[in-house]
């Protein structure tokens, strides 16, 4: 459905990292006061929200939303593994946009720490199945060996690809990884070996985190904040997988990677833009060479082109298109539930130039991907003015 | 079968609708899979609805042991099913059957022994004795003679 008359007008995060002191519900608070401040707004003009997180009790959603006050009004939980956050900012968007809210708030939180250390962390389908035996990075090693097969692709171009992203994030405050000096090809090729191509620096960590998105018409995003720019979301759009023969049923936690292709197209058609309308994109990279695979898919190069990108620096900031400019999930981190709403974040921030040293020069127009485990696709086009 | 003799250690696989554990030494293990009987798409593991026309009436059927290695990695991390964490990495790739499934599993061997386009087959491995039974799980290996 098309997108009508809808703008983020506050955001809010926590800097990812581990925060072994401090609660998920401390972390929430943090990120959605921020968001409430930013926007200039507090529970009472809230009509409805959406809260993400994947690893957490039954009833966590309206207990930590009590956090903000207690005004009766509805909450609802969001699970949609890596792509929760910005799955729960679509279920905002649309309901500003329909009109059920004038005010809706999309928060997202989760300690993937404390969910790898009991072990819960995964697939969701018990340790003792049949499909339990295979990580995540060997899933996306899978993707990363069959394109080195039909294209020719190198370790290298995974490794820039991660050398970039390294190096973004230690420009984002909010970053996880803020490395203090320029990271090389050679050194992220040098870190150890987990799945053939991909090695650790080409991974994303584990983190805690929080992050949160305030959106409303852009009638009260001008009236709350005279003189500010308008960020408007466009589309959002989430697809689920699609069947083809050949199709991969047990194991992938992931697939296939042309749920993206699709996703995007239904955005772009909805918005009535392209990607040459795009000034910067945030992708799924859990792992480098999923980014290589988004440039083709997303429309930013034809297929078989990734690689000339990467060569070119052409998604390096300061490039033509520049890609996961707060650090992606390698560097800024993906802790699960707040990761797509760390994506708004960044997209808002640069959108309304103040992103600082990592600003994208002229940035008008964002896009904001995410694949989620099960699977699905989401993809959110932001635009300023 | 008389209590004075031990019995053979029976083998149970991980979790049950998978994969045959074949009675006769020698011969493969086969997976369990659904045709379609409208469209006639293969399947595997076992469905109740046609993912390429939705009915609903599938035969059961029984798939490989034989395909075609898509793609594959060598996982240099330590985890594979729930008590080998003592091993050194482990292969896995997507095996793709003549019948038309795509299925992903752990490969057998080191790893050097892998390129995408071999022969694979199906084999089972014993993962650890649980109350006097053999827990199995289905895996592929290279096909001997394509390596020679």
Same mark, same amino acid.
């Given at each position: 459905?098309?997108?009508?008359?809808?703008?983020?007008?506050?955001? #809010?995060?926590?800097?990812?990292?581990?925060?072994?002191?401090?609660?998920?519900?401390?972390?929430?608070?943090?990120?959605?006061?921020?968001?409430?401040?930013?926007?200039?707004?507090?529970?009472?003009?809230?009509?409805?929200?959406?809260?993400? $997180?994947?690893?957490?009790? +039954?009833?966590?959603?309206?207990?930590?939303?009590?956090?903000?006050?207690?005004?009766?009004?509805?909450?609802?939980?969001?699970?949609?593994?890596?792509?929760?956050?910005?799955?729960?900012?679509?279920?905002?968007?649309? !309901?500003?946009?329909?009109?059920?809210?004038?005010?809706?708030?999309?928060?997202?939180?989760?300690?993937?720490?404390?969910?790898?250390?009991?072990?819960?962390? #995964?697939?969701?389908?018990?340790?003792?199945?049949?499909?339990?035996?295979?990580?995540?990075?060997?899933? $996306?090693?899978?993707?990363?060996?069959?394109?080195?097969?039909?294209?020719?692709?190198?370790?290298?171009?995974?490794?820039?690809?991660?050398?970039?992203?390294?190096?973004?994030? !230690?420009?984002? %405050?909010?970053?996880?990884?803020?490395?203090?000096?320029?990271?090389?090809?050679?050194?992220?090729?040098?870190?150890?070996?987990?799945?053939?191509?991909?090695?650790?620096?080409?991974?994303? %960590?584990?983190?805690?985190?929080?992050?949160? !998105?305030?959106?409303?018409? %852009?009638?009260?995003?001008?009236?709350?904040?005279?003189?500010? +720019?308008?960020?408007?979301?466009?589309?959002?759009?989430?697809?689920?997988?699609?069947?083809?023969?050949?199709?991969? $049923?047990? &194991?992938?936690?992931?697939?296939?990677?042309?749920?993206?292709?699709?996703?995007?197209?239904?955005?772009?058609?909805?918005?009535?833009?392209? %990607?040459?309308?795009?000034?910067?994109?945030?992708?799924?990279?859990?792992?480098?060479?999923?980014?290589?695979?988004?440039?083709?898919?997303?429309?930013?190069?034809?297929?078989?082109?990734?690689?000339?990108?990467?060569?070119?620096?052409?998604?390096?900031?300061?490039?033509?298109?520049? $890609?996961?400019?707060? #650090?992606?999930?390698?560097?800024?981190?993906?802790?699960?539930?707040?990761?797509?709403?760390?994506?708004?974040?960044? =997209?808002?921030?640069?959108?309304? &130039?103040?992103?600082?040293?990592?600003?994208?020069?002229?940035?008008?127009?964002? =896009?904001?991907? =995410?694949?989620?485990?099960?699977?699905?696709?989401?993809?959110?086009?932001?635009?300023?003015? | 079968?008389?209590?004075?003799? /031990? /019995? /053979? @250690?029976? @083998?149970?696989?991980?979790?049950?609708? *998978? *994969?045959?554990?074949?009675?006769?030494?020698?011969?493969?293990?086969?997976?369990?899979?659904?045709?379609?009987?409208?469209?006639?798409?293969?399947?595997?593991?076992?469905?109740?609805?046609?993912?390429?026309?939705?009915? @609903?009436?599938?035969?059961?059927?029984?798939?490989? /042991?034989?395909?075609?290695?898509?793609?594959?990695?060598?996982?240099?991390?330590?985890?594979?099913?729930?008590?080998?964490?003592?091993?050194?990495?482990?292969?896995?790739?997507?095996?793709?059957?003549?019948?038309?499934?795509?299925?992903?599993?752990?490969?057998?061997?080191?790893?050097?022994? *892998?390129?995408?386009?071999?022969?694979?087959?199906?084999?089972?491995?014993?993962?650890?004795?649980?109350?006097?039974?053999?827990?199995?799980?289905?895996?592929?290996?290279?096909?001997?003679?394509?390596?020679?």
């Amino acid at each position: 459905m098309k997108l009508d008359n809808v703008a983020v007008i506050g955001v #809010g995060m926590v800097r990812f990292g581990t925060h072994r002191e401090r609660t998920v519900i401390d972390l929430a608070r943090e990120a959605g006061l921020i968001a409430m401040r930013d926007a200039g707004v507090v529970l009472s003009d809230i009509d409805e929200s959406w809260v993400g $997180f994947m690893d957490g009790a +039954p009833m966590l959603a309206p207990r930590v939303m009590k956090e903000f006050g207690l005004t009766g009004l509805p909450v609802n939980h969001v699970e949609s593994a890596s792509a929760t956050g910005l799955v729960a900012f679509r279920e905002a968007a649309h !309901a500003v946009s329909s009109g059920r809210c004038q005010v809706a708030m999309a928060l997202g939180f989760e300690k993937m720490t404390e969910m790898i250390a009991r072990g819960r962390a #995964g697939r969701g389908v018990g340790r003792d199945s049949v499909d339990s035996v295979i990580l995540p990075a060997a899933y $996306f090693a899978l993707w990363a060996m069959r394109r080195m097969h039909e294209r020719g692709t190198k370790p290298e171009h995974f490794a820039a690809i991660a050398a970039k992203n390294w190096n973004h994030g !230690a420009l984002n %405050p909010y970053a996880d990884r803020q490395a203090d000096h320029t990271v090389t090809v050679a050194e992220v090729l040098a870190s150890p070996m987990i799945a053939v191509p991909l090695t650790a620096m080409m991974a994303c %960590p584990v983190d805690d985190g929080a992050a949160c !998105a305030i959106l409303a018409t %852009p009638e009260i995003a001008a009236r709350l904040q005279p003189g500010r +720019p308008v960020v408007r979301v466009l589309a959002s759009a989430l697809q689920s997988e699609r069947y083809a023969t050949g199709h991969t $049923f047990l &194991g992938p936690v992931v697939g296939p990677a042309t749920m993206t292709r699709d996703t995007a197209g239904q955005a772009y058609e909805e918005a009535g833009i392209g %990607p040459d309308d795009i000034d910067l994109a945030l992708v799924h990279d859990a792992f480098a060479n999923e980014e290589i695979e988004y440039y083709e898919l997303l429309g930013f190069c034809r297929e078989g082109e990734g690689e000339k990108l990467v060569e070119q620096g052409a998604t390096s900031l300061g490039g033509r298109i520049p $890609f996961n400019t707060d #650090g992606g999930l390698i560097a800024r981190g993906h802790p699960g539930g707040p990761t797509g709403l760390a994506q708004i974040h960044e =997209l808002v921030t640069q959108l309304r &130039g103040d992103a600082g040293a990592r600003q994208v020069a002229n940035a008008r127009t964002g =896009l904001a991907q =995410l694949v989620g485990g099960g699977s699905v696709c989401t993809v959110s086009l932001l635009q300023r003015g | 079968m008389s209590e004075s003799a /031990p /019995p /053979p @250690q029976r @083998q149970i696989p991980i979790e049950p609708g *998978f *994969f045959t554990i074949p009675r006769a030494a020698g011969a493969p293990p086969r997976l369990l899979g659904s045709r379609c009987d409208n469209c006639g798409e293969h399947f595997f593991p076992r469905r109740v609805v046609c993912a390429r026309c939705l009915a @609903q009436s599938l035969s059961d059927i029984e798939l490989g /042991p034989r395909g075609t290695l898509y793609t594959y990695t060598y996982v240099h991390v330590p985890l594979f099913g729930s008590r080998r964490s003592n091993v050194e990495g482990y292969g896995v790739g997507q095996v793709d059957l003549p019948e038309g499934p795509r299925v992903q599993a752990v490969l057998s061997g080191g790893p050097g022994d *892998f390129r995408i386009g071999m022969a694979m087959e199906l084999e089972l491995e014993s993962l650890r004795v649980k109350d006097g039974e053999e827990v199995m799980i289905f895996r592929f290996k290279p096909v001997q003679e394509d390596r020679a």
